[in-house]
T-cell receptor, first 112, second 112 residues
């Protein structure tokens, strides 16, 4: 099946640093979602974006729906150790399709 | 709060066994999904259901079947388990087509 290009694949940072990751697609999406997955757990929804250009925050997290509708980024400010995990983007086409297309994930490690 | 419950966190079965993975959601959601997650391959959609007794194949349905007899419950069935079905299985549900998916904690299935 299709996958989105998500980068970087992994990041190793110091506590307090800001983090940025992004997803790109060759297709236009109507919805972008960002999830976080802790080890041994299921993905948890962080932010949902529904309009091109939309910028949405959730605490220290900020995500944007790209103007071209083919990309999205997620920023984490002032990282803390509990930010450790795998972050996934997911995109959905418009129309009747029910399927989400997932990114390959960004592994984030935060050094205290 | 959204709640998707998968009946087992860990499961060990033998090759050739018939295996049932259960998923229940308490939000009266229309749509439910089964994914498997493997290192380097991300989340892959096995089957989904957009209503009771309705099902559609995802990207990798071979070797699996599903059952949706009641709105709140979506079961994944491995007819005759094989070692290549060892994986993390994730169930998700969502209220409607334009709503984000919410995931359960996953079932880590090992086939010996």
């Amino acid at each position: 099946g299709q996958q989105l290009n998500q980068s970087p694949q992994s990041m190793f940072i110091q506590e307090g640093e800001d983090v940025s990751m992004n997803c790109t697609s060759s297709s236009i999406f109507n919805t972008w979602l960002w999830y976080k997955q802790d080890p041994g757990e299921g993905p948890v929804l962080l932010i949902a974006l529904y309009k091109a250009g939309e910028l949405t925050s959730n605490g220290r997290l900020t995500a944007q729906f790209g103007i071209t509708r083919k990309d999205s980024f997620l920023n984490i400010s002032a990282s803390i150790p509990s930010d450790v995990g795998i972050y996934f983007c997911a995109g959905k086409f418009g129309g009747a399709t029910n399927k989400l297309i997932f990114g390959t994930g960004t592994l984030l490690a935060v050094q205290p | 709060d959204v709640k998707v419950t998968q009946s087992s966190r860990y499961l060990v079965k033998r090759t050739g066994e018939k295996v049932f993975l259960e998923c229940v959601q308490d939000m009266d959601h229309e749509n439910m999904f089964w994914y498997r997650q493997d290192p380097g391959l991300g989340l892959r959609l096995i089957y989904f259901s957009y209503d009771v007794k309705m099902k559609e194949k995802g990207d990798i349905p071979e070797g699996y079947s599903v059952s949706r007899e009641k709105k709140e419950r979506f079961s994944l069935i491995l007819e005759s388990a094989s070692t290549n079905q060892t994986s993390m299985y994730l169930c998700a549900s969502r209220e409607g087509n334009n709503q984000p998916q919410h995931f359960g904690d996953g079932t880590r299935l090992s086939i010996l």
